[in-house]
């Protein structure tokens, strides 16, 4: 789909992770293009169109590359400009690994008791976010469109809109938004909520987001809410809240793995799996106490216990990326798994199976698509995500339909995914009989699950997602001309 007609004003995104990462290797420095829902769908656009990009610079050759701030990119052929935004060590300290990781992340998927807000990190995050809204502002010509991203940078709408009333600004949140209460633990919850409001669009991944957004915009500020219509007015301006699912880019996914270096890849697995009557299951994480990796790890071993026939025959390869490392839960977390993983294989397995693989590294976009296309079944287990991109992506790669999906009802994916089959991560039990069932089904049945789920991503990519943000910021764009 082409969405560069869309765009009629200059476009100024805004994030926390850079699109491109510069890396002192030895000598010299590596430059690594950052994979993500968000920088596949507007690094092509920006590419076509010119434009800017502002986010932290954080590689370690970021300021060398980039001496006062700007490169621009992609460094073989630059297109637009990425503007860095460069963070002392307690910036980084107090805006991204306190604030926003350790406070407003697991807030946001009611994990409570994980949230930790610090006095001190709070005016840290306020300052970076202003930082990164000057960035915005020096960058932007009159009308221009700001495309601000996430929980980082939720303060960036409002500081932005006092320093430049005359552009459109849209912000997506791309993590669940909590229920009323829970969001009342942030010690900020209102200056969060105003932050937010300065922006023309809101933009959440599900509608029960974009409900628990508005009930809590009217408790707090007691601002005037139409729920039917998704609108708020606030200081005076109206500010649309909607739901708009982000998705994978179905087409690239499928070419990917019909790529004939990765269908050979593809078909050497499914040979060896077949030689051994073996099926394959698969998950791939960032290794992130919301993705359910352990009860996740505990409904497999329950799936052995109770149905010892299917032991020898399936193997789950679990990947399970390494994040946000400095933070010390995350660190943690990893052995968790790694410990589960060891138990559960010296319970059941043997000198010839072992029933979880675990591999902890990225892998290749390709490969990973690859082994989507290869798999019996995906598992995805979340206690809360705001979608679950793994989810979609996995779909998108069944080009032959032979596998099945079984994904956690409390992913946002679970809205539009009807047919995968629904898990409850908390309950292993049922996790077990879900899976024994899900692996019963008939081939047509199984076939036909999966073509339904094929067909509804491919007619809801990112750039459908994007079109509407950016159709939003259109209709934005118009009403202040009229002004
Ligand atoms: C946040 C929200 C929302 C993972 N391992 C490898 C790899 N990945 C890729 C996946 C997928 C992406 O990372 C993960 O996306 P998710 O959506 O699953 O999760 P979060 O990172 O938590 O993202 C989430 C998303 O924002 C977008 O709005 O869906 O709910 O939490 O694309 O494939 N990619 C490669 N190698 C790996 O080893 N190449």
């Known amino acids: 789909m082409d969405v560069t007609c869309l765009v009629t004003n200059p476009l100024v995104v805004v994030t926390n992770r850079e699109p491109y990462i510069d890396e002192k290797i030895g000598s010299g420095i590596r430059t690594i293009q950052t994979a993500g829902g968000v920088v596949s769908a507007l690094d092509p656009l920006l590419q076509e169109m010119g434009g800017d990009w502002i986010a932290w610079g954080s ?4 300021r060398v590359t980039a001496p006062r701030g700007m490169r621009e990119v992609p460094p073989k052929h630059p297109r637009y400009r990425l503007h860095r935004v460069f963070l002392s060590p307690s910036e980084e300290q107090g805006y991204y690994t306190h604030y926003a990781n350790q406070g407003l992340w697991p807030l946001s998927h009611m994990l409570v008791e994980r949230a ?11 300052a970076v976010n202003q930082k990164f809204a000057r960035a915005a502002a020096a960058t932007s010509v009159p009308g221009a469109w700001v495309f601000s991203h996430d929980y980082q940078l939720a303060l960036l709408p409002a500081q932005l809109r006092t320093m430049r009333p005359d552009v459109a600004i849209a912000h997506f949140w791309h993590i669940p ?47 005037p809410v139409d729920f039917d219509a ?15 699912p982000i998705s994978v880019d179905f087409d690239a996914i499928e070419s990917l793995v019909r790529h004939p270096r990765i269908a050979r890849w593809t078909g050497g697995i499914r040979r060896k799996l077949a030689r051994r009557d073996r099926i394959l299951g698969i998950s791939v994480d960032r290794a992130d106490y919301t ?36 933070v010390q839960e995350y660190r943690n ?14 319970e059941f397995g043997d000198d010839d199976w072992t029933p979880v693989i675990t591999i902890r590294r990225h892998i290749d976009r390709a490969r990973l698509m690859g082994l989507f296309r ?28 032979r596998g099945v999906l079984l994904l956690s009802e409390s992913a ?7 047919d995968a089959f629904p898990i409850n991560p908390l309950d292993a039990e049922g996790f077990a009989s879900t899976l024994h069932e899900a692996l019963n089904i008939p081939p047509a049945e199984r076939h036909a699950r999966m073509e339904r789920m094929r067909e509804h991503v491919q007619q809801h990519t990112i750039y459908d997602w994007l079109q509407s943000i950016l159709l939003a910021l259109s209709e934005v764009s118009a009403a202040y001309a009229r002004e």
């Open 333 to 346: 977390l990893y052995h968790q798994v790694e410990e589960e993983t060891r138990r559960l294989n010296r």
């Open 374 to 401: 290869a798999a019996d079944f995906g598992l995805v287990s979340s206690l809360f995500d705001g979608m679950n991109l793994v989810a979609k992506e996995f779909v998108a790669a069944q080009i032959e339909g």
């Open 177 to 223: 938004w909590p229920a009323f209460p829970v969001f009342r633990l942030c010690p900020q919850y209102q200056e969060i909520l105003r932050g937010l409001l300065g922006a023309d669009v809101l933009g959440f991944q599900t509608s029960d987001d974009v409900d628990a957004f508005l009930h809590a915009a009217h408790r707090t500020l007691k601002a």
């Open 59 to 62: 590689g370690s050759a970021d």
């Open 230 to 244: 998704g609108h708020i007015v606030w200081e005076g301006r109206p500010v649309h809240v909607r739901a708009i």
């Open 412 to 418: 946002g994916a679970a809205n539009e995914l009807a």
């Open 291 to 326: 993705k359910g990796i352990v009860p996740r790890l505990q409904g497999i071993r329950e799936f052995f216990q109770r149905y010892p026939e299917r032991r020898g025959q399936v193997t789950f390869l679990q990947i399970v990326v390494p994040t946000r490392s400095e």
């Open 116 to 126: 930790r807000f610090s006095r001190r990190a709070w005016p840290i995050y306020r």
